[in-house]
């Protein structure tokens, strides 16, 4: 190698160091629409990037999970997510997946990815009024929007879930909010949102997958398109009840594969029409409703409680 | 009771011939030998509804999605030349008919138990077929046509176990917009995002799924 050769050499090396490519294993930094260095090659998962949404954090390609123990753990976590019920029977109450409200396996920005969430804790919650590390955070997945019960933090199941959580983290910075993550809030309706409006947007969009009455559609016993309420969907303390979560998540996702293609209006109205049927109680109900509103949905996005369509919400919760 | 003329008689009874053939002929022989404009399904098909290189599998499909596709070339939003002057030339009655006898043709056993194994879960189809390619705004083929694309109800076709070349051929036709009968534009939106190679991919890979019997029935 002659002097020049071996200073371009050099220069590249000290880039791709400076670039965080210097490892055998590129740290997962990434960012959509932010390229590595011109020295450095971009690491092969930018290829396989996970969402459209600028700016966003790259994570991991499913094939780069490694062979090995560690690997496994994160493959089995992968699959709790992916197929919760069968993997995770114990805890699940409904007929969920947690890939049912966390597309492509909890990758996609716009849809609550687990890098997004994975980075953010520990942290206060005012839903529990303490700070709650991302173990007690999973676990009130489990409560709430499996509508099951939580697995021990100690569990081989929280184990492959925070592993595969850690895992498709790797590279992210540590307790920041990544552009991306959780669902899109930056947007209100128009309108008000509007039940009967909302009506006719579930029936012209949603219902071809979701069924007439929202139960979704089952193949062999599993469900292919996820019921929306009901006894087999969320229950009335999980997150997507609130309606600003439920709009974000519809907005940047639905129909699935047209996602942005309805307008922020009809996302509010479809997304409180959803949220006006009945479904599981909520596990902290107190025995009664107006007391459990006041003590737990005193929020404008929860309609817990509230008469919608004639009927008062949580009246009549789904077994 | 009013006369009629020796023209309405006569229009009468052409009518009558003409669609006597066609409305009298059973599913089997229209499916066989064919019925007057209408050549025998089994020409392309296949004589067991099995399919053949560019032409579907019907055998055992939903016959409520079969139903729709005939009602679609008829109308031709799903624009095909050769089925749309026999959906053309077969009744509501026949179409129904037609769509019954193929649902419960038993799936012909090299589709339930293809000679090719199937394509690893590394295949770049696997992984569209599995999981999709959201970097572009795509689900898994299978999160809305089944696990293994076995197909849900009447509007998500069985896309496991049909040819290659028909499924190829069908992403082909949403990109380009020759077929244009999806609900939501699902299919055709993500079309256009597919390349060449990942339609190929694709097909090869539910080309070698194993058919499922549909639930309900054998």
């Known amino acids: 190698m002659n002097p020049c050769s071996k200073a371009i050499a050099l220069a590249v090396i000290a880039t791709m160091v400076l670039a965080g490519c210097g490892d055998i294993r590129p740290p997962r930094t990434a960012y959509r629409d932010k390229p590595a260095s011109a020295a450095a090659t971009p690491p092969p998962a930018a290829v396989a990037a996970s969402s459209a949404v600028a700016g966003s954090f790259v994570p991991p390609d499913h094939a780069d999970i490694p062979e090995g123990p560690f690997g496994d753990v994160v493959r089995r976590g992968r699959d709790i997510f992916t197929n919760t019920g069968e993997h995770a029977a114990a805890y699940v109450g409904n007929g969920l997946s947690c890939g049912n409200c966390h597309l492509d396996a909890g990758r996609l920005a716009d849809s609550a990815p687990l890098w997004g969430a994975y980075v953010r804790y520990p942290a206060y919650r005012s839903k529990t009024g303490s700070v709650n590390n991302f173990t007690e955070r999973l676990q009130g997945c489990f409560v709430y929007s499996m509508n099951g019960k939580a697995p021990a933090a100690d569990s081989p199941e929280m184990l492959a879930l925070e592993t595969y959580s850690f895992w498709m983290s790797q590279g992210a910075p540590v307790g920041t909010t990544l552009p991306g993550a959780g669902y899109p809030k930056d947007f209100k309706p128009p309108q008000p949102p509007d039940y009967a409006r909302g009506k006719s947007v579930f029936q012209e969009n949603c219902a071809l997958c979701h069924g007439e009455a929202g139960q979704g559609q089952q193949v062999a016993g599993r469900y292919v398109f996820p019921p929306l309420w009901g006894s087999d969907s969320y229950n009335w303390g999980a997150g997507m009840h609130q309606l600003d979560n439920a709009a974000g998540f519809i907005k940047a996702n639905m129909p699935l594969g047209r996602g942005g293609s309805l307008s922020d209006q009809q996302a509010w109205d479809v997304a409180m029409y959803m949220n006006s049927q009945e479904r599981p109680q909520d596990p902290r109900y107190t025995g009664d409703l107006a007391e459990t509103r006041k003590q737990f949905h005193d929020d404008p996005n929860s309609l817990y409680g509230l008469e919608i369509d004639g009927r008062v919400l949580g009246t009549n919760p789904s077994r | ?218």
């Open chain 2, 1 to 218: 009771m009013r006369g009629n003329t020796p023209l309405q008689l006569i229009t009468l009874v052409l009518l009558v011939t003409l669609s006597a053939p066609s409305s009298a002929a059973d599913p089997a022989t229209i499916a066989n030998q064919g019925a007057g404009a209408v050549v025998a399904c089994a020409s392309c098909h296949g004589k067991d509804g099995g399919g053949q290189a560019s032409f579907p599998r019907l055998a055992g499909m939903n016959a409520a999605y079969l139903l729709k596709q005939m009602q679609d070339f008829a109308s031709g939003s799903r624009d095909n030349a050769v089925m749309k002057p026999i959906a053309d030339a077969l009744s509501p009655e026949e179409r129904s008919a037609m769509a019954r006898y193929y649902a419960d043709l038993p799936i012909p056993a090299p589709w339930i138990r293809p000679a090719e194994a199937p394509l690893p879960d590394t295949d770049p189809g696997a992984r569209l077929a599995m999981r999709g390619a959201w970097e572009k705004g795509i689900p898994g083929c299978v999160q809305c046509h089944g696990p293994g694309g076995r197909g849900v109800g009447g509007v998500f076709p069985t896309i496991a176990a049909q040819p290659a070349g028909y499924l190829a051929a069908q992403l082909q036709a949403w990109k380009k917009g020759t077929r244009n009968n999806d609900p939501l534009e699902l299919m055709r939106h993500l079309s256009r995002s597919l390349t060449e190679a990942e339609i190929k991919a694709v097909s090869a890979w539910f080309a070698r799924q194993p058919a499922v019997a549909p639930e309900g029935g054998a």
